[in-house]
């Protein structure tokens, strides 16, 4: 199981990113895949989820309205679409297989700050 | 939402020793699930590494983890031990309950003595 994690970056407050995440390795559409970050020096914290076929999606509270999880299963491939960002959500962001976390990327640092 | 409590956050341990550590749901709020499952999740995080899971719904080890790791527990309480600490076993331990919204206990920081 790989996973190829980009579009981190510096950001100010009040910007947009996208995070991309391709896995290899394993059946991607039969798998939901979870984002989850960890402030710098912080512990972990889940952020969304979406289901195989991408009926089901879940957000923590913290981000929820701002942020967009999305998946393309013809590439293998899962998306965080991150709108309005705060100061508090600079973050290594993980993408994860499954619900249960049972393989991590390698995380992709995003900064806010003016 | 479910606050998990862990303790002790630190622990410093002499090789070959066991260790303890242990996961409380808030509120006497059971992790069993509407299912029968109890989603707990133990995951070590090394230096420097992303996180990895070892244990799942509370006893199920991972492939490739050292039968020295083991998960216990029910309703809220659990419990991660290590039989035989190793110097690889350095690192940040989290629990984490899988009914929405997730969340992870604050780690607890393994050393070696």
């Known amino acids: 199981v790989q996973f190829l994690q980009s579009g981190g970056g510096l950001v100010q407050p009040g910007g947009s990113l996208r995070l991309s995440c391709a896995a290899s390795g394993f059946t991607f559409n039969t798998y939901a895949m979870t984002w989850v970050r960890q402030a710098p020096g912080k512990g972990l914290e889940w952020v969304a989820s979406i289901s195989e076929s991408a009926v089901d999606i879940a957000y923590a509270d913290s981000v929820k309205g701002r942020f967009t999880i999305s998946r393309d299963n013809s590439k293998n491939t899962i998306y965080l679409q991150m709108n309005s960002l705060r100061v508090e959500d600079t973050a290594l962001y993980y993408c994860?297989?499954?619900?249960?976390?049972?393989?991590w990327g390698q995380g992709t640092l995003v900064t806010v700050s003016s | 939402d479910v606050v998990m409590t862990q303790s002790p956050l630190s622990l410093s341990v002499t090789l070959g020793q066991p260790a303890s550590i242990s996961c409380r749901s808030s509120?006497?709020?059971?992790?069993?699930?509407?299912?029968?499952?109890?989603?707990l999740h133990w995951f070590q995080q090394r230096p420097g590494q992303s996180p990895r899971r070892l244990i799942y719904m509370v006893s199920n080890r991972d492939s490739g983890v050292p039968d020295r790791f083991s998960g216990s527990g029910s309703g809220t309480d659990f419990t991660l031990k290590i039989s035989r600490v190793e110097a690889d076993d350095v690192g940040v331990y989290y629990c984490m309950q899988g009914i929405y919204p997730y969340t992870f206990g604050q780690g607890t920081k393994l050393e070696i003595k």
């Open positions: 994860t297989k499954g619900y249960w976390n049972d393989a």
């Open positions: 509120q006497s709020q059971s992790l069993v699930f509407s299912d029968g499952n109890t989603y």
